[in-house]
């Protein structure tokens, strides 16, 4: 079938009834025949792009806004797109642990859409599961969308923020994944609030001659050991610095 | 807020920003401090150079390092140089020390008490002199 399937018409020029459906099934088929497709409206119901949801402090969590690939969703019929972070209010967990369904909701008269979170999965009209918070009855354990491209690496699921290292220092964190971690990423940092270069800590130096990798984990811990005292290296071994001080975070992801 | 763990010997080991995902060793304890992370971590700086949280390394023969010593609040402080103690007077929270290069070999320069102040972090600062 020839795509477009209508053409167009010159000033003054009566519009015959196959113009005007040729334009119509090009709009909706993409000038298919009917049996061939499903409309745009109904192929794009379930669109959604550039959904990635984080953990806030005090509970919230925050839909991202990245301006090269916005939040984009379908909502009862309406193209929605937002164009800045969107935060849950605090406040809006409550009672024993449970699976809370996060939802985008739209509100008629805008173009953006809001969140919201309840304990029953069911969407209504103006409203569409977009993720899922783990709640453990006192805080949100973790936080994560369901609609995410597999092609975009997620917020770690498992942050141990920074903590201050020094040689002979073993470091045991509990990751609370439920599972062994795909990937675990050790960093340094020179300062507590993780401000200069982060240097990504793979081996450290154990002895003046050795050098060892610095963690390991478990389905249920990461454990992270600096090397030996006297060492220049017993936290961190890089090209970019070496350092037996400063700070270490761990990430992971499930 | 700041999450502190200590030693089974009282002395401190690390300190934190979380603690609900923390494993304890045997004998390790935690506790609290109000003060915020970040203030937590400047009560005890050490630096060279502006340089703090990583290894300095100098030739041997070049000019002293001098250790920047930032313990706000503070009329004096002991700071172990390689297992000696020096006992450092403040003036308005800050001091210095002198490092001679003339022999290779490290510099650890750390708090003297680890039950006041963390061996660690930005409390600690490695001078190594080359050869």
Redesign the interface.
């Known amino acids: 079938m020839t795509y477009p399937l209508s053409s167009e018409v010159n000033s003054g020029q009566p519009t015959m009834a196959a113009h005007y459906n040729n334009l119509r099934r090009d709009a909706l088929l993409l000038g298919q025949p009917d049996l061939d497709a499903v409309s745009l409206g109904t192929f794009l119901k379930r669109f959604a792009s550039g959904i990635q949801l984080i953990y806030l402090s005090s509970n919230r969590i925050r839909l991202l806004y990245n301006p090269l690939d916005p939040p984009t969703l379908v909502i009862n019929g309406c193209l929605l797109q937002n164009n800045a972070v969107v935060d849950l209010p605090a406040g809006q967990f409550s009672g024993s642990a449970a699976t809370w369904y996060i939802f985008a909701v739209r509100t008629p008269g805008a173009s953006t859409f809001t969140l919201q979170v309840n304990t029953s999965a069911l969407e209504t009209a103006d409203t569409r599961i977009i993720g899922v918070a783990i709640w453990s009855g006192t805080?949100v354990d973790f936080v994560y969308s369901t609609l995410s491209p597999s092609d975009q690496l997620l917020a770690a699921d498992?942050d141990?923020?920074?903590?201050?290292?020094?040689a002979t220092?073993?470091?045991?964190?509990?990751?609370?994944l439920l599972q062994w971690p795909r990937l675990v990423v050790l960093l340094h940092?020179?300062?507590?609030?993780g401000t200069q270069e982060w240097i990504p800590v793979s081996v450290i130096q154990n002895s003046a001659a050795t050098m060892m990798s610095a963690f390991g984990w478990s389905s249920v811990?990461v454990y992270a050991d600096a090397g030996e005292?006297?060492a220049?290296?017993a936290t961190?071994y890089s090209s970019r610095?070496?350092?037996?001080?400063?700070?270490w975070r761990i990430l992971a992801w499930r | 807020m700041t999450y502190i763990i200590r030693n089974a010997d009282g002395t401190i080991k690390t300190f934190m920003q979380r603690a609900d995902d923390l494993v304890l060793s045997p004998g390790e304890t935690i506790e609290t401090s109000p003060l915020p992370f970040l203030e937590y971590a400047l009560r005890l700086f050490l630096s060279a150079g502006g340089v703090s949280g990583e290894t300095i390394s100098v030739a041997a023969g070049a000019p002293d390092v001098v250790v920047d010593v930032s313990c706000p609040l503070e009329q004096a402080v002991d700071i172990d140089i390689n297992g000696t103690i020096e006992h450092l007077v403040l003036d308005q929270g800050m001091g210095s020390l002198h490092l001679g290069t003339g022999v290779p070999g490290f510099f650890i320069i750390q708090p003297a008490d680890h039950r006041t102040y963390c061996p660690a972090g930005n409390s600690i600062l490695t001078v190594e002199v080359l050869e």
């Open positions: 805080k498992y141990s923020g920074w903590f201050a290292v020094a220092g073993n470091y045991t964190k509990a990751h609370g940092s020179v300062d507590a609030g811990n005292d006297g220049s290296a961190c610095r070496s350092s037996s001080s400063g700070y």
